[in-house]
């Protein structure tokens, strides 16, 4: 050790003379050589040989970055420390392991709690909404599985409310909305095990508190299902680009594959929709509809003049 401006540190190792010896230490304290520098700096029993400080560090930029390399590089601009990429993958899955076990036990607690009743509602509540997103999005893992498939699905939820939201007028006189704080809770498996994660998330951010829940979800079977189960007082919201997509795939039933045919009308009807002019859409389908049964009717009655293909 030397001190010169700053302080630099020399990482002895001492290491076992013969083979004797070396045999012996790995029987008494299953160590190959012994640092000093580690057991004052009591490092010898944690693992990377790392503070549980930097083991953070390094899992931040792990998760922070695009791969381990990047995270690697970027540890070493930020910090002077240079730690390899594969120290930060493990270092990665060590840290993320331990978070997500504990995060599973809060799941599963809160769950618990519920279907037990000792969840207690404030009676006054907010006048503001809680927002509660969920989907879910094909990943591949590269891990097969008893099927021998690779593909899993990747179950994303997001909770923020409206008194997070902060709005204002830009110059042009648009309306602007800003999100300032939500929470996001990712999970790979079933939706038996993502749905605690998701009501443990609603929870912590004031589920209960609001006079209003609204779930937002592509309407998918499994998020109806969890919406009945966790949120029987959730309003349920189909999202507006899953709405754009059932009207174009009614458009190309209704006029055909021909973007040039359906196109213009799956645009309008989304203009309005996007306005909130919904019962202007209904109007709409309700005249194409008695439109469909005239001619449906029409064809019964002259069939010759609609041979079958």
Known sequence: MTLNGTLSLNRYVLRPKTGFDAVK??????????????????LSGLPFKMTPNLMLTTAYWAQNQGSYQEAEEALLRAYGVK????????????????????????????YNQLNQGKLNF??????DVLYIES??????????????????????GMVFSSDNIYTWTNHKGEKQRQLNKREYIAFIGTATEFKKHLFAC?????????RKTVLISDGATWIRNMKEELFPDAQQI????????????????????????????????????????????????????????????FIRIHPKQYPKH
């Open 122 to 127: 404030p009676v006054r509540k907010k006048n």
């Open 202 to 210: 609603a929870l912590r951010n004031g589920y209960g508190k609001y």
């Open 135 to 156: 989907d879910g999005a094909a990943l591949n893992t590269r891990i097969k599985d008893n099927d021998g498939s690779t593909w899993r699905e990747n179950k994303l």
């Open 83 to 110: 730690i390899n990429d594969d120290t930060v993958r493990k270092v990665a899955n060590y840290v993320g392991n331990i978070v997500f076990q504990a995060d599973c036990e809060r799941a599963n607690e809160a």
């Open 25 to 42: 230490l790995n029987e008494c304290e299953g160590l190959n050589a012994v640092v000093p520098l580690d057991d004052f700096l009591k």
């Open 238 to 297: 189909l999202d507006f680009y899953h709405l754009c997509e059932n009207v174009n795939t009614y458009a190309k039933c209704l006029f055909g594959q021909d973007p040039s045919q359906y196109g213009s009308w799956a645009t309008e009807m989304c203009a309005l929709l996007k306005k909130s002019r919904w019962v202007d859409v209904l109007n709409e389908l309700n005249k194409r509809k008695k439109a469909h049964q005239l001619l449906c009717r």
